[in-house]
Nanobody
Framework: QVQLVESGGGLVQPGGSLRLSCAASGSFFRINAMGWYRQAPGKQRELVATVNSDGSTNYADSVKGRFTISRDNAKNTVELQMKSLEPEDTAVYYC??????WGGGYLSSWGQGTQVTVSS
């Protein structure tokens, strides 16, 4: 079992900044990729950014240059620094972790989601 707890969402004006944090806990061999996804009302969940255990990153085109993802492997945490926020960034943001289980196999776990609202 893996538990992901997110924090840091809220209401911000256009052009503002927010930082999301996610902490993983539980029993697992290793966390591979960690990432953030988002889902706006009436839309499908989409990738925002991911970071592998070696630090390599991947971003959606819509957030490149504005968002930065980082992780602390020792603490099993991942953060998303969001700058120059736009109303189109409004969504529920979900933390995801791909975990290698003890004894083999993999598990993809999701956090409960945190609301980000960009509005004046």
């Amino acid at each position: 079992q893996v538990q992901l707890v997110e924090s840091g969402g809220g209401l911000v004006q256009p052009g503002g900044s927010l930082r999301l944090s996610c902490a993983a806990s539980g029993s697992f061999f290793r966390i591979n990729a960690m990432g953030w996804y988002r889902q706006a009302p009436g839309k499908q969940r989409e990738l925002v950014a991911t970071v592998n255990s070696d630090g390599s990153t991947n971003y959606a085109d819509s957030v490149k240059g504005r968002f930065t993802i980082s992780r602390d492997n020792a603490k099993n945490t991942v953060e998303l620094q969001m700058k120059s926020l736009e109303p189109e960034d409004t969504a529920v943001y979900y933390c995801n972790a791909n975990v290698a289980r003890w004894g083999g196999g993999y598990l993809s776990s999701w956090g409960q989601g945190t609301q980000v609202t960009v509005s004046s």
